[in-house]
């Protein structure tokens, strides 16, 4: 090619179309990939300012999926605490629903005659909420028909200054009154000069002798009992003529009212809130506020109350109260198991699992999800009865404590519920500020590399006017040549 000679003006247009090829083809390229800037040759600094830029926002892009699965994350842990808070209050409303049962079973008890029962009947009450250790009450209560018992000397017409020598006591002779518990002794040291008054005075003055002495209209000395379930014994190195030992007043017993033992079975501690006796009638009614079975002791088979505690009658348990335990004990199962399911890709924030999320490309900003000490949020840890048998919803101060530790439980939920609430709203501005900042990153590389298409579009069409004035330039650069041959010729 060296050898040809080419003329100037031919030369001339081949350099320019080669030019405008070459700035023709840069423009194709721009329009072809978008780019004005396609390698580190064309713009060095902007393109390695772009690069940058792009790195970090493809960096951003993948912290993007795990703030996704986290999100998720929250949400499946959320949708577990509001299920559970549902059936929390599903758990309170069967409480609620047995405290207000009353269905409690009664029964009525004929009783007997007075003169029936005697000392030894008793009503005897064990099993439903009273337990395995009976409680009995008495049946009967004593009253004697019968004065106080009395004892007096044989002699008549005494004074308060009869010495003891004309009762018959000598010098150093004792008498000795007692109740059958305490007694007081009284010596005649000089029964010349002692008399009757300081008899009586001796045996009034000691307050623990349930035993009065003193001289009736007939002036004999009498020691009289305090009351009438009191003996009086007598003794001593002396004796007064007609005074002697006297045993307390046969007993009787008269079976207590129908009312008298409706207040006596209400008073009684240990079974208030256990079983409750009202007046039906004339009958004691009693009613077991029990989910189980009450044994009353001393009820016959025909029903009437006889204190033999060889017969026993049973009332039967409250079924309602006992069928609401069961659902009681079904619901917290469904509790745990919640929180069982509760997971997301592998994840259980409400076992305890803890969620780590990265929000920057050098891992400065994260932040780590769960729950307060990493506790399982189940039955156990809620504070809520694992188990929760009949007999635990027998009293409503047992229903009530319930009650009050499912209200506790509840506000754990809630609470823990706003907490990963708060946590998802921060997770979720991370996310919309990450995918801002993804498109600001790449906006900026784009200004730094993309190329403008309407520009280069008009450049491509001001080339392609060149080129084809470029090459008629030519071929009248050629013609000249051609010009000279015809000469030849």
């Known amino acids: 090619m060296a050898d040809i000679s080419l003329s100037k003006a031919v030369r001339s247009n081949l350099l320019s179309l080669k030019g405008t090829a070459d700035m023709m083809a840069s423009t194709q390229n721009r329009l072809a990939t978008g780019n004005k800037v396609n390698s580190a040759l064309d713009n060095p600094s902007s393109w390695f300012t772009a690069k940058g830029l792009t790195n970090r926002a493809s960096d951003l892009g993948a912290l993007m999926d795990s703030m996704a699965n986290g999100v998720k994350t929250l949400e499946a842990a959320d949708n577990g605490l509001s299920a559970m808070t549902k059936t929390l209050e599903s758990m309170q409303s069967t409480l609620r629903q047995a405290r207000q049962d009353k269905s409690f079973q009664t029964a009525s008890y004929t009783m007997p005659a007075d003169g029936v029962l005697d000392n030894t009947s008793v009503l005897s009450f064990d099993g439903g909420a009273v337990g395995d250790t009976p409680v009995s009450i008495n049946l009967t209560s004593q009253t004697n028909s019968a004065e106080a018992a009395t004892t007096a000397s044989t002699a008549t017409g005494l004074t308060g200054a009869t010495t003891m020598a004309d009762l018959g006591l000598s010098d150093g002779q004792t008498i ?114 029990s989910t189980q079975d009450l044994n009353v002791d001393g009820v016959g088979t025909s029903g009437v109350v006889d204190g033999s505690t060889a017969d026993v009658s049973s009332i039967d348990g409250n079924s309602v109260r006992a069928g609401l335990a069961d659902q009681f004990n079904e619901l917290r199962d469904q509790l745990d198991k919640l929180a069982d399911d509760a997971s997301f890709n592998g994840i259980n924030l409400l076992r305890g699992d803890k969620l780590s999320i990265t929000f920057n490309e050098t891992g400065t900003s994260a932040i780590d999800i769960q729950t307060e000490d990493g506790e399982t949020i189940n039955s156990a840890n809620l504070g809520v009865a694992t188990t929760l048998e009949a007999q635990n919803l027998d009293s409503d101060t047992n229903i009530d404590l319930e009650l009050g530790k499912l209200k506790s439980a509840l506000n754990e939920v809630r609470s823990q519920a706003s907490t990963f609430g708060s946590n998802l709203s921060i997770v979720e501005n991370r996310q919309t500020f990450t995918d801002s900042m993804i498109n600001t990153l790449e906006a900026g590389a784009g200004n730094l590399t993309l190329a403008d298409m309407n520009t280069e579009a008009a450049n491509l069409l001001a080339l392609q006017t060149r080129q084809s004035l470029s090459q008629n330039s030519l071929s009248l650069a050629s013609q000249a040549d051609q010009s000279i041959l015809q000469l030849i010729r």
């Open 176 to 289: 000795i009154i007692g109740d059958g518990t305490d007694t007081v002794t009284f010596t005649a040291t000089t029964a010349a000069t002692a008399d009757v008054d300081d008899l009586i005075a001796a045996i009034n003055a000691d307050a623990n002798v349930d035993v009065t002495a003193s001289l009736n209209d007939d002036g004999q000395l009498v020691f009289t009992a305090d009351d009438n379930e009191q003996q009086i014994t007598v003794a001593g190195t002396g004796t007064i003529a007609g005074l002697s030992a006297q045993a307390v007043p046969a007993a009787v017993y008269a079976t207590k009212s129908v009312d008298a033992l409706v207040s006596e079975i209400n008073a009684n501690a240990d079974l208030d809130g256990k079983i409750r006796a009202s007046n039906d009638n004339g009958k004691l009614r009693i009613e077991n506020q």
